[in-house]
């Protein structure tokens, strides 16, 4: 089975994915982490970023793994080098070009191929998995999205005021739904939530039960 879990930045989706999967015991795949391992093999081959035919080439020979829960490219996890600045800003020159979105996408159809799995992204329910069994899609205002990435940013020790981070997330919002391919958008047959107010333990306990009635 397959469950989708879309969404903007900040309204939760990573989280709520790995603990729906582990819940579920479900495979977890963060397809975030394949487009951020993308742009920075593509940065560290100093790829010019506006060409978009070089830039679909390359990804093509790319050998990108997800490996449980790490992402790597050829032997080296670097699942802790994609979450730089540098390589958050430069995404979307990849994730604009149609075709490194379908090379990224059939990888992902080849990952969750006959597996039980939770796969996280922008794009999951709508266009790599149109036929996914439960399609969740998980929002929450702007600015209780950007007031919890404040607090993840201050637990790792960065401090941004409440309009930067804001300003930043008004920016990613638009890339991701302006896109021409792949967009951010809720499925026709997704499961709508919003998180304001909720705790993260009821939202987890619903979309369990969600996905358990599907099972059923
Ligand atoms: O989930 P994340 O913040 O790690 O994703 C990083 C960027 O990757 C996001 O701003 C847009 C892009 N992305 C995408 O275009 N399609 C996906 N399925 C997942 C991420």
Redesign the pocket.
Known sequence: MIVTI?GP?GAG??SIAHQVASRLEFEFL???????AATLAALRAQMDLSDTDGLAEFVGTLNLAWKSNTIWIDQEDVSGLI?TPEV?RS??YL?DVPAV?SR?SQLQRQIACGRNIVT?????GAE?FPDAECKIFLTASPTERAKRRMRQLADSGSYLSLEDVLAAQNQ?DL??RM?AV?RLRAADDAVVINTDGMLPEQVLDQIVDLVRSRLD
Request: avoid cysteine; glycine fraction near 10%; proline fraction near 0%.
């Open positions: 879309d930045a989706k990573s963060d397809t975030g982490a394949m487009y951020r979450r958050t995404i979307r994730a979105r990224l996280e992204g922008r794009d999951q790599v990613r890339e991701d896109r792949g």
